[in-house]
């Protein structure tokens, strides 16, 4: 029952600890969803009821929608985040620590009704206890985890660091790992950023945050930009 971490090594060598979000703080985040589903769907009852037989039919397919759209359109488009994950600093990510995409997303959320049976969540609490990462069966057929995500990341716009030569050349693959960094920066964590940047030392000359600041320089000289 309490919350562990999993390991997963990037293309990069470098190993990414997912910190997985147990089935207590969970159940806290999907309440708070729940209420503000509730909330939405009363308010627009109140308006759909006073337009009688017709009112009552779209209510019907605005319950389906906000049912079901709800958190897939969330997840994918917040970082992982529906507004009760966002509450308990919880996120949703691929296994391998990738942002969640979403065909993710919606097979994570159709599965819910697998996990619902036979009533309260029984066989997802049941498969979230016996799995060593809290995952529930929507998250193990989706390929997703949920984990503690911290409030605040560091986001760098890479369009904004001034073009820098690296110090020493760098053979094909190496530009393409240097330029796939810059791509996904903005994605990742200030710690996980400047793990990745103190690989490339060499190339930039500095570790921690001035690294990354050097590293992303370098992938804009050699896309061509120019200050």
């Known amino acids: 029952m309490l919350d562990t971490v999993r390991e ?17 703080p969970r159940a806290v985040a999907w309440l708070i969803d729940l209420a503000i589903r509730g909330a939405l769907l009363m308010a627009i009852s109140v308006v ?5 037989k017709f009112g009552s039919g779209m209510y019907m397919i605005v319950l389906f929608v906000v049912f079901w759209g709800y958190p897939v359109v969330f997840e994918a488009l917040y970082g992982g985040q529906t507004p009760g994950k966002r509450a308990l600093s919880l996120r ?32 997802g609490l049941v498969a979230s206890l016996a799995d060593p990462w809290s995952r529930r069966l929507g ?3 989706a390929g997703t985890l949920v984990i503690h995500a911290p409030r ?9 660091i001034a073009p820098q030569a690296p110090a020493v050349p760098l053979q094909a693959h190496e530009q393409v790992a ?26 930039t000359g500095a570790r921690g945050e001035t690294g990354v600041l050097r590293l992303l320089g370098v992938a ?5 930009r120019r200050a």
Do not use: C, K
């Open 48 to 52: 759909l009821g006073m337009l009688g």
């Open 139 to 141: 998250d193990m057929v």
């Open 8 to 24: 997963v090594h990037t293309p990069e060598g470098v190993a990414l600890r997912l910190p997985a979000a147990g089935p207590v």
């Open 220 to 224: 804009n000289w050699l896309l061509g």
């Open 92 to 123: 949703v990510v691929s296994a391998d620590g990738a942002p969640i995409g979403w065909m993710a997303s919606f097979v994570r959320n159709l599965m819910r009704t697998v996990d619902m049976l036979p009533f309260g969540y029984g066989a």
């Open 178 to 203: 240097v330029i796939a960094f810059a791509e996904r920066a903005h994605a990742l964590t200030g710690e996980r950023q400047q793990e990745l940047a103190d690989i490339a030392t060499p190339v």
């Open 152 to 160: 605040e990341r560091t986001r760098i716009d890479a369009l904004q």
